[in-house]
């Protein structure tokens, strides 16, 4: 599933998934396929959730996504960049349901009895603007650094617990980390 790629001093992912395990749910490759997408999955899709409670369950829908529509891989390109589409796809689609759902209708002598408990627009609209501005900046990283901070900041793992899904040493995740967080990295 996983190799070292010694030029980059990390793991990369091997697209030679074997589909039928994948299809049969055999446990062991997909802990290790949910291990090493993850991060990259998330880093797309986060954009769409309104928060870190959100984020968790659309990555959630999207490995159901992944796994019911298996059938459609076609082994014409990455696998990786397969599930990361089908999850973008998951991801806007449960956006555009939320907005839908969000309209209501309210008759014009009721109006004075709906309390407010929504955001101010503007400020909703601000923070979503802000909140696409640093989920595509984290998607534009190189996928160690991606997958870094992804990882430590955005799942709140430990720096050791990200080096070892990552395949690297801890150090090399705390630069990643830092180096981007700080401004100092290019």
């Known amino acids: 599933m996983t190799e070292a790629d010694p030029a980059r001093g990390r793991r990369s992912i091997d697209d030679s998934i074997d589909l039928a ?3 049969a749910r055999d446990r062991t ?9 993850s991060p990259r999955i998330s880093a797309s899709i986060r954009r769409y959730a309104l928060s870190d409670e959100d984020a968790h369950e ?5 490995w159901v996504q992944i796994l019911d529509r298996l059938d459609a891989f076609k082994h014409r390109g990455s696998f990786t960049a397969w ?3 089908v999850s973008r796809n998951v991801g806007r689609t449960r956006l555009r349901r939320s907005r839908r759902g969000r309209k209501r209708t309210v008759a014009l002598d009721d109006v004075a009895k709906v309390p407010s408990d929504e955001l101010d627009p503007l400020e909703l609209a601000m923070a979503r603007r802000e909140r696409e501005i640093v989920f595509d900046a984290v998607a534009s990283l190189p ?3 991606r997958d870094a901070i992804v990882l430590r900041l955005f799942e709140g793992r430990s ?14 995740v705390r630069t990643s980390c830092n180096a981007r967080c700080t401004g100092s990295g290019g």
């Not at 659309?58 to 999207?62: A, K, S």
């Not at 720096?159 to 090399?172: K, R």
């Open 58 to 62: 659309l990555l959630q829908d999207c």
């Open 143 to 145: 996928d160690r650094e």
């Open 83 to 85: 599930a990361i589409a």
């Open 21 to 23: 395990r994948l299809h």
């Open 159 to 172: 720096t050791q617990e990200s080096a070892e899904i990552l395949g690297v040493a801890p150090g090399a």
């Open 29 to 37: 490759l997909l802990t290790t396929l949910v291990r090493d997408l």
